[in-house]
């Protein structure tokens, strides 16, 4: 299977309507449980969604890694890399 390539607007898109956010207002940095108030289910959803979009698997253990979009981009990119 070839690696889908990953489309930051995309992952901004499905990240900022899970957190329930406009996509201007998510920016790379901002913590998303301490900046917008995201909780476990906010992340599940996050990874469910970018599973789906991307056609990759993300190890549950990486929730964890997931604070800020600049770290789903790597986690989604280390997923797509396999």
Known sequence: MSAVAIDEAKVREIVADCLDLEVEELTLTDHFIDHYGADSLNAIEV???LEKEFH???PQEE???MVN???VLEV???A???
Do not use: C
């Open 56 to 58: 990759v698997t993300i």
């Open 76 to 78: 989604l990119s280390r």
């Open 80 to 82: 797509n890399a396999r």
């Open 63 to 65: 929730l964890a890694n």
């Open 47 to 49: 990874l469910a969604r």
């Open 69 to 71: 979009l600049s770290a």
